[in-house]
């Protein structure tokens, strides 16, 4: 059964740093993408960032670029989010999603979800 799992969320003021995890299980992840998706409140779901897992190619979503890096410890099975320069507009439940699909921004072709952890950015 496929497990992700995120970590790392909480209360942050503007400026700071927060590093999310999702760690992966159930399965080999090699050739998926791993992606991560944000829901603020009020607002849908929107795409912030995927990487290849096999080989760390990496995309961003215009809103996070040179703040945010996603990163992958194949050793560990988990994918990391590391958040700079965060600002209150980056408050949302940040979710970790795997698809096949590579170039796809698109969450309905991430096949698995895990269930999401919150940051909170205060003003």
């Known amino acids: 059964q496929v497990q992700l799992v995120e970590s790392g969320g909480g209360l942050v003021q503007a400026g700071g740093s927060l590093r999310l995890s999702c760690a992966a299980s159930?399965?080999?992840?090699?050739?998926?993408?791993m992606g991560w998706f944000r829901q603020a409140p009020g607002k849908e779901r929107d795409f912030v960032a995927r990487?290849?897992?096999?080989?760390?190619?990496?995309s961003y979503a215009d809103s996070v670029k040179g703040r945010f890096t996603i990163s992958r410890d194949n050793d560990k099975n988990t994918v990391y989010l590391q958040m700079r320069s965060l600002k209150p507009e980056d408050t949302a439940v940040y979710h970790c999603?795997?698809?096949?699909?590579?170039?796809?921004?698109?969450?309905?072709?991430?096949?698995?979800w895990g269930r999401g952890t919150e940051v909170t950015v205060s003003s």
């Open positions: 999603a795997a698809g096949l699909i590579w170039g796809s921004r698109n969450q309905a072709d991430f096949r698995y």
């Open positions: 159930g399965r080999t992840f090699s050739g998926y993408v």
């Open positions: 990487i290849n897992w096999s080989s760390g190619d990496t």
